[in-house]
């Protein structure tokens, strides 16, 4: 294995330059320099000389020996001057060294990559981090960068191996026919959990965008069933009209509000219902509308009946039975959270309810917004597997082998069964020196 060296730090001249040495000669090539290395990952101050025994520089000698290094092999950083004479006399002395040569395009980051210190992800968060002009640029690739996807996609590719290990001891042990409640049985039913994971995970890639400005909540319903009363109850202020007169609300009153630390735009509509005047039922357009561009909606009602096709397309809702204080409540098929504005302690329901269900949002929109277009096509594969696993009528062991080339998708995100050729791709996009 050559040691590979280049300058890791930016374009000069520059205040400071760090040159990095990584492979089996590093500690050894910097004796070229007359420097040697001293006590791991403690800098200390040495001078660097010519070979004609001239002085390059005075700088820091930092030594991380393997495995504790960003490639996992013996790396040493000098830091210089950052002058463009100091670095090419640098350079030229330890490449000079026998067994030492220039890195190519992102060769560190590939041996910290060969060497099992960080998976493709990683390294492609680590580019992506570089690269980051914005903050929330910074922030998604410091996810990916820190392996938040390479968690959950090897958390999924055990799910689908143990799943192919119980059916194929359960074929081992199988009678002839299959016993209800069996362990395949629960196996499928985890796979079509998995199969949701994986697609909201997918869907989370195109919500991403929108969260970042502050996370829309609209409350919807029919007239008079307490939006408006919820809303100021909410806020904490009387910033919507209440009334007992149905159809009260003519336009969309928006606050904004911080609900456990995130910020939230809630907005109250009009009622919506059929027999409205112009001017209400422009409000009721704009309602709809509200419901469907939000991030979450609370569909109220202060009776039993349900009709989510009133509030148009939006599969986030959480239905709210409002007036629960009135006392006219009967058991129903729609799991709905009862609240009433007179008490407190239901709001507080509310409230903890919306920061927990914000908080899973945002962190499946930052999953989201990690995923590069390079996983998706693997990630499709892998759902279509499962899909055809799970719907297959053919025998279980057929079905395993679905299961496994599922997993095999995912192993393919991570890098672990990548060609040559696909590896080399990526990593020679990364700058020398990373
Ligand atoms: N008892 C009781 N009354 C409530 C509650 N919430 C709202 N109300 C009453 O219900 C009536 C309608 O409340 P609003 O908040 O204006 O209802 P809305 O849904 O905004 O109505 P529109 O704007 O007309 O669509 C008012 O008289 C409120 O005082 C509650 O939790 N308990
Ligand atoms: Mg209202």
């Known amino acids: 294995m050559d040691t590979i060296v280049a300058l890791s730090s930016g374009s000069l001249p520059s205040g400071v330059a760090i040159i990095r040495i990584s492979g089996p000669k590093a500690s050894k090539a910097v004796t070229a320099l007359g420097a040697q290395i001293?006590?791991?990952?403690?800098?200390?101050?040495?001078?660097?000389?010519?070979?004609?025994?001239?002085?390059?520089?005075?700088?820091?000698?930092?030594?991380?020996?393997?495995?504790?290094?960003?490639?996992?092999?013996?790396?040493?950083?000098?830091?210089?001057?950052?002058?463009?004479?100091?670095?090419?006399?640098?350079?030229?002395?330890?490449?000079?060294?026998?067994?030492?040569?220039?890195?190519?395009?992102?060769?560190?980051?590939?041996?910290?990559f060969t060497n099992g210190k960080i998976d493709l992800t990683e390294a492609e968060g680590l580019a992506d981090l570089i690269d980051a002009e914005t903050t929330a640029q910074r922030k998604v690739a410091q996810y990916l960068a820190t392996g938040g996807l390479k968690?959950?996609?090897?958390?999924?590719?055990?799910?689908?191996?143990?799943?192919?290990?119980?059916?194929?001891?359960?074929?081992?042990?199988?009678?002839?026919?299959?016993?209800?409640?069996?362990?395949?049985?629960?196996?499928?039913?985890?796979?079509?959990?998995?199969?949701?994971?994986?697609?909201?995970?997918?869907e989370g890639y195109d919500r991403s965008e929108r969260i970042r400005d502050g996370f829309k909540i609209s409350l919807v319903g029919k007239p008079n069933v307490g939006k408006s009363s919820l809303l100021?109850?909410?806020?904490?202020?009387?910033?919507?009209?209440?009334?007992?007169e149905a159809g009260t609300t003519r336009d969309v009153v928006e606050v904004?509000?911080?609900?456990?630390?995130?910020?939230?735009?809630?907005?109250?509509?009009?009622?919506?219902r059929e027999q409205a005047g112009a001017v209400e039922a422009e409000g009721i357009r704009r309602s709809i509308v509200s419901a469907e561009q939000a991030d979450l909606v609370l569909y109220l009602s202060d009776d039993d009946n349900w009709d989510h096709d009133l509030i148009g397309k939006n599969s986030n809702?959480?239905?709210?039975?409002?007036?629960?204080?009135?006392?006219?409540?009967?058991?129903?098929?729609?799991?709905?959270?009862?609240?009433?504005?007179?008490?407190?302690?239901?709001l507080l329901r509310i409230l903890d309810m919306?920061?927990?269900?914000?908080?899973?949002?945002?962190?499946?929109?930052?999953?989201?917004?990690?995923?590069?277009?390079?996983?998706?096509d693997h990630l499709h594969q892998c759902l279509k597997d499962i899909k055809l696993a799970i719907e297959s009528e053919d025998?279980?062991?057929?079905?395993?082998?679905?299961?496994?080339?599922?997993?095999?998708?995912?192993?393919?995100?991570?890098?672990?069964?990548?060609?040559?050729?696909?590896?080399g791709r990526i990593f020679s996009s990364f700058c020398i020196g990373k």
């Open 151 to 202: 968690e959950l996609y090897k958390g999924w590719q055990d799910q689908l191996l143990n799943a192919r290990a119980m059916i194929e001891a359960d074929i081992d042990f199988a009678d002839e026919d299959d016993v209800p409640g069996s362990v395949a049985d629960q196996v499928w039913q985890d796979m079509a959990a998995l199969q949701r994971s994986i697609s909201h995970h997918l």
């Open 38 to 112: 001293t006590k791991p990952r403690q800098a200390s101050l040495q001078t660097f000389y010519d070979p004609d025994g001239s002085v390059i520089d005075e700088g820091l000698v930092l030594w991380f020996p393997s495995p504790h290094s960003f490639t996992g092999e013996d790396v040493v950083e000098l830091q210089t001057h950052g002058s463009r004479a100091v670095v090419a006399g640098i350079l030229d002395v330890l490449s000079a060294y026998d067994g030492v040569r220039h890195a190519e395009a992102g060769e560190f980051a590939r041996r910290a």
């Open 232 to 244: 100021n109850a909410l806020a904490g202020s009387d910033r919507a009209i209440v009334s007992s």
């Open 395 to 423: 025998a279980l062991e057929l079905r395993a082998e679905h299961l496994r080339a599922a997993a095999y998708s995912l192993g393919r995100i991570t890098g672990q069964y990548d060609t040559e050729d696909v590896l």
């Open 256 to 272: 904004r509000m911080d609900i456990a630390g995130y910020l939230v735009l809630l907005s109250d509509t009009a009622g919506i």
């Open 354 to 376: 919306l920061s927990l269900r914000i908080k899973e949002e945002l962190d499946r929109s930052r999953a989201g917004s990690a995923i590069k277009s390079r996983y998706i």
């Open 317 to 346: 809702v959480i239905t709210i039975r409002s007036k629960a204080d009135l006392g006219k409540l009967t058991p129903t098929d729609e799991e709905a959270i009862h609240v009433s504005v007179n008490d407190s302690a239901s």
